[in-house]
C-alpha cells in the first residue's frame, strides 16, 4: 500500500483514516463523497447510505478538495490519483469510473512499468496511459 495519496492538481491529501475519499457524481445529479481502499484490486466503497450506483452506470470522479475532474484522457473509463511509496517514489494510480468494473493500473513513469489489477483489467497500451495526469 502506498504511503500517501493526493489530487494531481491541487497535491491535496486524500487519504483518511485509510481510506481514499473521493467525490463522485451521477449522470442524474446526485453527488456525495465515496471511500475507497487504498489496496490495489480491494473494490469495496463506503458512502452516504442514501447514495447507490447501478452496475454498469458511469460516475464523475473529482478531487473532494479543488473538485478537479479526474478523469483520465485519452482513457474516458480511467480516473487518477497520485500515490507516493514509503521509499519517496511517486505512482500513477488508474481507476475505472464504471460502477462495478474492477480494474486498477499502477503506472511508474520513472520505470516504465505497468501492473494490473482486478478481473476486468485489460492490457493498455503504456505510451497512451503517460498522458494520463
Do not use: W
Request: charged content about 25%.
Amino acid at each position: 500500500m502506498a504511503y500517501n495519496y493526493s489530487c494531481p492538481s491541487c497535491e491535496g491529501h486524500i487519504l483518511v483514516n485509510e481510506h481514499i475519499t473521493l467525490s463522485v457524481k451521477k449522470r442524474n445529479g446526485e453527488q456525495g463523497l465515496v471511500l475507497l481502499s487504498p489496496e490495489a484490486g480491494d473494490y469495496r466503497i463506503i458512502t452516504h447510505s442514501t447514495l447507490t450506483f447501478n452496475k454498469g452506470e458511469i460516475l464523475q470522479i473529482f478531487c473532494p478538495i479543488c473538485h478537479y475532474d479526474l478523469i483520465c484522457i485519452p482513457e474516458k473509463n480511467l480516473a487518477g490519483v497520485m500515490a507516493e511509496e514509503k521509499t519517496g517514489e511517486l505512482l500513477t494510480i488508474l481507476f475505472s469510473v464504471v460502477f462495478g468494473e474492477h480494474k486498477t493500473y499502477k503506472i511508474d513513469k520513472k520505470r516504465k512499468r505497468l501492473l494490473s489489477f482486478g478481473e476486468h483489467a485489460e492490457k493498455l497500451d503504456f505510451e497512451n496511459l503517460l498522458f494520463c495526469l
